[in-house]
Structures are given as C-alpha cells and as structure tokens.
Nanobody, 128 residues
Framework: QVPLQESGPGLVKPSQTLVLTCTVS??????????WSWIRQPPGKGLEWMGA???????YYSPSLKSRTSISRDTSKNQFTLQLNSVTPEDTAVYYC????????????????????WGQGTQVTVSS
C-alpha cells in the first residue's frame, strides 16, 4: 500500500493561485519506477491529467494547462505540490494526487489503469 493524502484550501477566489500538497507514505517519490501526478475531475466531467513529477525531478505537464501549472517537490517530507495560477470557476473540481507510470505521458496518451494508488481527493471550489 502507498497511501497518498492531498491537502490545501477548499475555497479559492478567482484570479488567485491554488496550492495543493500531496503527502506520500510507504514509498519514496524519488524512485525511478513511478511518477507522481496531479489529476482533477470537474463536476459532471471526466478525469483530467494535469501533470507529474518523476524520481529524477523532471516534470511533465498537460499542454492545455502548462502555462498556469507548476509542480514541485520536497523530498525531505516526501511531498509534491501543485500550483495553479489565475484560477477561474472552471477550475472547480475534485483534485487528486496519484502514483503513475515511470514515463507520465498522461491520458489519453496512456491509460488510467497505470495509475495504481490515489489519494481520496480534495474538493476545490473557485468562487468569489
């Protein structure tokens, strides 16, 4: 088992920056065998892969979100962080962190079945 736990604010105002942290237990985020992703699901819509960080520290982003997204990590705490800038109500979603394949191309270029451990998700609402 590799428990993951998201943490962060549940409510963010439009134009502000959303910061979420994922704490990973039972496995190191510096391993070369897996990647560590951020994924979200807006209400009534499907899952959207946002980006990932791999053991070497390389970062992969969804092209559609790359301009507003930053992923980083704190290896001393075994945590990785999502920063999403200039949020709008369209960024309202349940945000998940998950463990994925060593090369995180991100669905639809890969399969959701490759993401084997997920956090429980955290609801983020963007509203004034």
């Amino acid at each position: 088992q590799v428990p993951l736990q998201e943490s962060g604010p549940g409510l963010v105002k439009p134009s502000q920056t959303l910061v979420l942290t994922c704490t990973v237990s039972g496995g190191s985020i510096t391993t070369d065998y897996y990647s560590w992703s951020w994924i979200r699901q807006p209400p009534g819509k499907g899952l959207e892969w946002m980006g990932a960080i791999v053991g070497s520290g390389s970062i992969y982003y969804s092209p559609s979100l790359k301009s507003r997204t930053s992923i980083s990590r704190d290896t001393s705490k075994n945590q990785f962080t999502l920063q999403l800038n200039s949020v709008t109500p369209e960024d309202t979603a349940v945000y998940y962190c998950a463990r994925g394949p060593s090369l995180p191309l991100g669905p639809p270029r890969s399969s959701w079945s490759e993401y084997d451990y997920w956090g429980q998700g955290t609801q983020v609402t963007v509203s004034s």
